[in-house]
């Protein structure tokens, strides 16, 4: 089988890409610069050349501050470059896994949500989200779609940059007062 990963550079990347090619598939990890998700045609040339029996979609804008600073840019590809890649595998008709996260259950109102709950977008916990929401809908417009929803993911030593890895990091050197939405943690 053959499987593209767009942002397969990524942390998530390179774990799922050396998942697959342990199950003996031929993989294709997309660079960014192979395949940036908001231009159409650099997507369609990286899926031409490739042919992909199933696409893993992790490429996404993952920095919450920069969502947050940057929203347009936020926009344009997380929303506008799942859409890209899930038109052009429905087109194909080729299945596409699209990695959302578990921050769409963080709505507000505090009650728990089941899988299925209808996830309104105002009360969202921050823009990152707001784009991932966005994104899900373009991913269900392929009938071929899994959606994931991943909580927060720790590996790649001394490279993981997100939050676990950032507090470990804190943890190994200077104690310093990591700032959160809701708490402080010294
Ligand atoms: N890590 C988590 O805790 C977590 C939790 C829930 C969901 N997710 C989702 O899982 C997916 C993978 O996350 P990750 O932790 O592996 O993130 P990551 O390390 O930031 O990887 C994202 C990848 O996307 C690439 N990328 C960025 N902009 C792109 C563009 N315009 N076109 C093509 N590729 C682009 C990046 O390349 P450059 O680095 O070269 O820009 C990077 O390789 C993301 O969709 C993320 O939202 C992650």
Request: aromatic share 10%.
């Given at each position: 089988?053959?499987?593209?990963i ?26 960014h610069?192979?395949?940036?998700v ?32 940057e929203?347009?840019l ?22 596409v896994?699209?990695?959302?996260t ?29 784009t ?5 809908y ?5 009938d071929?779609?899994y ?10 030593g ?5 939050i ?5 990091s ?7 007062t990591?700032?959160?939405?809701h708490?402080?943690?010294?």
């Amino acid at each position: 089988m053959k499987v593209a990963i767009t942002g397969g550079k990524g942390n998530l990347g390179g774990y799922v890409a050396a998942a697959f090619r342990d199950r003996e598939c031929q993989v294709f990890p997309f660079s960014h610069e192979y395949s940036r998700v908001e231009d159409p045609s650099i997507l369609r040339k990286a899926l031409d050349e490739c042919q992909p029996d199933v696409v893993i979609h992790l490429a996404a804008l993952t920095d919450l501050g920069l969502c947050e600073r940057e929203k347009e840019l936020a926009h344009l590809v997380n929303v506008v470059g799942t859409k890209n890649v899930s038109e052009q595998c429905a087109e194909r008709k080729i299945p596409v896994v699209f990695v959302s996260t578990y921050y769409l259950y963080a709505s507000n109102d505090g009650e728990p949500k089941q899988e299925d709950a209808v996830i309104e977008a105002e009360g969202l916990p921050n823009y990152y989200t707001t784009t991932k929401h966005e994104a899900e809908y373009f991913a269900r417009q392929n009938d071929l779609h899994y959606i994931v929803r991943l909580g927060s993911l720790y590996g790649s030593g001394l490279e993981d940059k997100k939050i676990i890895g950032f507090i470990c990091s804190k943890l190994r050197g200077n104690f310093e007062t990591v700032h959160s939405r809701h708490h402080d943690i010294e």
